[in-house]
């Protein structure tokens, strides 16, 4: 008996390990992926940052799964950072037999507390029919919880973790510096379990390896290359540059020129100095006017080594983009009749302490063996220049804007008419230089504005100035550096004369420049060192001949010094005095020839399918444009494949300008591919459209529930015939262009841009079901209809149609598929959907499998978890006599493969009544069956939020009008706009209130459009009679304090008046009894019947 029951024993443990791999292998859980296998060699950070060899991460596992076989969870890598073959990223999957009930927790550690070497992204999400994701944020982790709360499902789900680059702001300091580790965990937690179980852990190593490149300093004002000598005894700067990363994804990439403060826990930098350099402490100070600890002194003295002490966490950070470390001083003797080389005698170090990720102090220490040199030139040298042609002295010049455009209008708002600059990069101090400024005939210019700067403009604190206006006047002076120099006579300036009190070796203003592209306004150029030429564009020439389009207007500007600006001259072989010149031409524009520009701007927060609010497209302030606005535009909104516009989200943050925001007309429309297409349009409304603000215009997407991972293009183009843009000009020839997108417009249509839009469909078998009313342009899971009309492509506005799709995103073969679709029957307070014909299909991004049938019952089907409803019921379309009767759908597909689509299965059906159903919803009863019960169904049942559901909607449009006979017997019919009303039908009371019932009522509503003379007689309702709705449902005239319906649509009030004068009756029209007819018939003498007239004179006595 024991030996029985010992060999059942090991049958039975035979039996599990045999049930559990193939309930591993029947869910598809072990995914067919190539593992990303783990270098073989890796590089760790010593304490002197050199190699120190292999690490010990390869053994690391990748991969790790339940004790059930059930769930996996695997890595494409496991390490990240500054190390050999780091990937770019690495890919977490969990990959799982999710039984409803069951719940899962992944902890994916950060790599820091702030930044670090990966960033952890958002994951995929699980559709809401199966359950839910949700990603929860702590000090030092990211936890997804992902419930399976309503149907089990086979499903991977990812999550990236992104490598971090150099450029990213970090913690100052870091605390990761070196080998580190992060663990993931896991815990599985089933409906029957009291607590969660702890699934075997992965490891994750990071590696951070702070490096860094410094170069010999080397003297930048004057600058070294073009200056290779200079004079003893006068201040010159000089900059040192560490150039250290932060080491957390390579050695080389986004250098800080300074101390990295992300690794610095305190640095000394050691530089012996030329023999006879002094170091100006103060100056070097102002120079470099850190904000932070650093200090650059000499504690010895002439010709003694600088040291620069940056203590923990002071220096910058490669996104900062500081320069390095400037040092003011100079070489401490005389000038010589030959060059002489001053070069330092030791090296420079750098000595750098950091603690590493385990809490060890450790140094990172750099020599340098470029020893600094510099030279002092020959004092029998005379030429300012080492070089000739004036490369030592230098001016720049630009005009209003960049594109050198100048706008003829008044009045103008221009500030600034050309931007100037000038720079001494010679050895030697000038204290006689002289800038000159010629200004052309046309330019109404009467100030400058001069530049100060105590670091770049070193000593500069005054101007003296020479004016000569354009009637011949002489105006001078002297005005503070920084200060405005200002036309007393009013005529402008044609020559400016600048003698700047000094201009220091290496002086120099910014290189001019404007800061903008508009041509009529730069006032935010201001404040920037170099010169300013105000002034505006003048109407007429000195010689009173007119500015106009396409004149050319030549501004210059030239340097010089005159008792040391000299080169020497081959020719004449002698010294002669030079000057540098440079100059602008700007044209005359006219507000025609302005140009606006934008550009897209896409916002996404969401990318998984059925996403109602998963972002927005936009346009965005322009670069380029000569003009901010542009005159009524019409956008094009080509949507990305798989989405559709929300409507009911609306366009988000409308355009504005000078406090006026309209509202554009929105519509959609299908262009040829597929795409939904957005028109918006501010055609008609006299709005001049804001190109200089932010992301505008904004019109939020629904991702379509049956929409497959990928990433999908969008663009939008605009239509401006009356504004130019610089934006491209669409090539309407082009092999790739598509019409359709535009309605078919062919010229004045420009590129705004475009973008992409991601799609993450779960990996999961799932069904999607979605429709379309008389509104919709394409299906949704929201559907709309208009009980009167359609704006689609409907030829019968009671159309509405629904979409059936199978998706199959799970890693193995679904098979034995069965997709239940109950139609609406309506009820009390609904509607009901009635099928036409059969069920067709769409295989647009999709197909239908071998063996797929459709079958049709006029019994709905009982959907239950708990069994397959019975298809006894069901038969195919040839034996289907009356489609109006069928109430549910079955769709059969015997096999699926994985990553692969089935459908679009199309229901067409009418609402019959959809004349009287506004306000009516109504949504789409469905359930996929997977195998029987294999998998527990997805059943979406009526009402539930993620059911697909279409709505009705109405509006009647009530207007009003008066009419009377003016003093020449002519009929007048005068519309009153300000009484036009709008009801939502089966909701809105039309009342009396809403209209005048009073002729003092009616003056105080309409004012002068009510003639003086005239009595109001009567208050008639005239309906539509001519309106045709769905179905065939009759018109109708609106009646008082009544709700809204259909056939109230297009009822007049008409206020008929009398003249209080005039001794005749109004024409009252048909209806009355003073009309055409019998007003004739008296003056023919016709005899009238009596009982008629009575009757008639008491309705047009009570005014009916």
Same mark, same amino acid.
């Given at each position: ?110 790599? *820091? ?53 150099? /450029?990213?702001?970090? +913690? ?280 100060? *700067? ?159 609010? *998963?972002?927005?497209?936009?346009? /965005? ?15 094009? $909104? ?33 262009? *040829? ?76 249509? /420009? ?33 709309? +209809? ?101 109430? +549910? ?36 009863? +469905? ?101 045709? $709705? ?24 008409? $206020? ?49």
């Amino acid at each position: 008996m024991r030996g029985r029951r010992l060999i059942a024993a090991l049958l039975a443990v035979v039996m599990t390990a045999m049930l559990g791999f193939f309930t591993y292998a029947a869910y598809g859980v072990q995914p067919d992926h190539d593992v990303a296998q783990p270098s073989q060699s890796r590089t760790a950070v010593a304490a002197d940052g050199t190699d120190t060899g292999d690490g010990d991460g390869d053994d690391d596992a990748l991969s790790a799964s339940s004790a059930d076989g059930k769930a996996k969870l695997y890595l494409s890598a496991n390490r990240i950072g500054n190390v050999a073959d780091a990937p770019s990223g690495i890919t977490l999957t969990l990959a799982v037999v999710g039984e409803a009930g069951t719940s899962y927790t992944v902890t994916i550690p950060k790599s *820091s507390s702030y930044a670090g070497t990966y960033t952890i992204g958002p994951g995929d999400d699980l559709p809401a029919d199966i359950g839910t994701v949700t990603r929860t944020e702590t000090a030092d982790a990211v936890v997804f919880s992902i419930d399976f709360k309503t149907a089990s499902a086979s499903v991977e789900l990812s999550v990236n973790l992104t490598a971090i680059n150099n /450029y990213t702001s970090q +913690s100052v300091p870091m605390t990761i510096i070196g080998e580190s580790t992060r663990t993931i965990k896991w815990t599985c937690r089933k409906k029957t379990m009291t607590q969660a179980e702890q699934m075997p852990p992965l490891t994750i190593r990071q590696y951070v390896k702070p490096a860094m490149s410094p170069k010999t300093p080397v003297r930048t004002s004057p600058d070294q290359g073009s200056v290779p000598a200079v004079n003893g005894k006068t201040d010159y700067t000089y900059r040192f540059d560490v150039n250290e990363v932060d080491g957390v994804h390579d050695d080389t990439s986004y250098a800080s020129a300074q101390v990295n403060a992300t690794v610095n826990y305190g640095t000394t930098i050691t530089i012996p100095t030329p023999p006879h350099f002094v170091l100006n402490t103060d100056a070097t100070a102002a120079k470099n006017a850190f904000d932070d600890a650093t200090t650059i002194s000499q504690p010895g003295g002439e010709g003694h080594d600088i040291i620069i002490t940056v203590p923990k966490g002071s220096g910058a950070q490669g996104y900062q983009g500081k320069p390095g470390y400037y040092l003011v001083g100079r070489i401490n003797a005389a000038n010589t009749t030959a060059t002489q080389t001053f070069t330092a005698s030791g090296d420079i170090t750098i000595d750098q302490t950091y603690v590493d990720a385990q809490g060890v102090t450790r140094h990172l220490r750099k020599t340098l063996l470029d020893d600094w040199s510099e030279q002092l030139r020959s004092s029998d040298q005379k030429g300012l220049c080492p070089v000739a042609n004036g490369q030592c002295l230098k001016v720049t010049i630009a005009g209003n804007n960049t594109d050198n455009d100048i706008l003829l209008t008044d009045p103008s708002h221009l500030t600034t008419l050309v931007f100037g600059g000038f720079a001494n990069n010679s050895p030697e101090d000038l204290e006689d230089a002289v800038i000159t400024m010629d200004v052309p005939s046309g330019f109404d210019a009467t100030a400058i504005v001069t530049p100060v *700067s105590a670091t770049d403009l070193k000593g500069l604190t005054s101007y003296r100035y020479e004016l000569t206006l354009a009637d011949g006047t002489q105006e001078s002076g002297t005005v503070a550096a920084g200060g405005t120099i200002t036309c007393v006579k009013d005529s402008p300036i044609r020559t400016a004369k600048l003698y700047p009190n000094l201009l220091a070796a290496g002086a120099h203003t910014a290189d001019a420049s404007s800061c903008t592209t508009l041509a009529d306004d730069n006032a935010n150029c201001a404040g920037r060192v170099m010169l300013y030429l105000q002034g505006t564009l003048a109407a007429k020439y000195d010689d009173g001949a007119p500015v106009k389009r396409g004149d050319d207007l030549i501004t210059s500007i030239s340097l010089t010094d005159p008792e040391k600006a000299f080169q020497w001259d081959a020719d004449s072989r002698r010294f002669v005095q030079f000057s540098v010149k440079a100059s602008v031409t700007q044209q005359v524009i006219v507000p025609s020839q302005l140009r606006a520009a934008l550009q897209p701007f896409g916002w996404q927060n969401g990318k998984e399918p059925g996403n109602l609010e *998963s972002g927005y497209l936009s346009v /965005y302030q322009g670069y380029g444009g000569t003009t901010p606005t542009i005159y009524e535009p019409e956008f094009y $909104y080509v949507l990305p494949t798989g989405t559709v516009y929300n409507r009911q989200k609306g366009l988000t943050s409308l355009n504005s300008n000078n406090g006026k925001s309209p509202s554009p007309k929105v519509s959609e429309f299908q262009a *040829s591919d597929g795409r939904e297409v957005v028109k918006i349009s501010y055609r008609g409304t006299g709005y001049w459209f804001n190109c200089n603000e932010g992301a505008n215009t904004q019109a939020w997407l629904s991702i379509l529930g049956n929409a497959t991972t990928g990433v999908y293009p969008y663009s939008i183009y605009v239509y401006s015939p009356t504004t130019p843009m610089t934006n491209r000009k669409v090539d309407t020839s082009a092999a790739s262009w598509n019409p359709t997108w535009v309605e078919g417009r062919t010229a004045d249509l /420009y590129e705004v841009g475009g973008g992409s839009w991601s799609v993450n469909a779960a990996r999961i078998l799932m069904s999607t079901t979605q429709v379309q009313g008389n509104l919709d342009v394409m299906f949704s899971r929201n559907g709309e +209809s208009n009980d009167i009309a359609a704006t689609n492509t409907f030829r019968d506005a009671r159309e509405m149609n629904i979409e059936v799709v199978i998706n199959n995103g799970s890693s193995i073969v679904q098979r034995n598929l069965q997709q239940f679709v109950n139609l609406p029957d309506g009820g009390d307070d609904g509607f009901g959907i009635r099928l036409t014909g059969p069920v067709t299909t769409a295989t647009d991004r999709s197909v239908v499998p071998d063996g797929t049938t459709v079958t049709y019952s006029t019994a709905p089907a009982t959907l239950s978890a708990r069994a397959v409803p019975d298809t006894t019921s069901y038969v195919d379309a040839v034996h289907v006599t009356d489609w109006t009767a069928i109430r +549910s759908v079955l769709i059969t597909v015997p096999q699926l493969s994985s990553n692969t689509v089935a459908g679009h299965f199309i229901l067409h059906g009418i609402d019959p009544t959809l004349a009287v159903d506004a306000g009516k919803s109504e949504s789409v009863e +469905s359930g996929l069956y997977i195998s029987g019960l294999q998998l527990t169904p997805l059943i979406y049942r009526a009402g539930d939020e993620r059911a697909p559901t279409i709505t009705v909607s109405g509006k009647s449009t009530i207007t009003a009008q008066l009419a009377y006979v003016d003093a020449s017997g002519t009929e007048r019919v005068v519309p009153l706009e300000n009484l036009t009303r709008h009801y939502r039908n089966n909701q809105d009371v039309f009342t009396k209130s809403d209209f005048p019932q009073t002729l003092s009522e009616l003056k105080a509503k309409e004012g002068d459009l009510v003639p003086a003379g005239y009595n109001l007689e009567s208050i008639r309702i005239v309906g539509d009679t001519t309106a045709r $709705y769905p179905g065939g449902y009759p018109a109708g005239t609106a009646q008082w304090d009544t709700t809204a319906r259909y056939d109230y649509n297009g009822s007049v009030v008409r $206020y008929e008046l009398l003249s209080t004068a005039a001794p005749h009756m109004p024409i009252t029209g048909t209806d009355g009894f003073w009309n055409v007819f019998t007003l004739s018939a008296l003056l023919a003498g016709m005899t009238l019947i009596p009982g008629w007239y009575v009757f008639s004179g008491l309705r047009r006595r009570h005014g009916r």
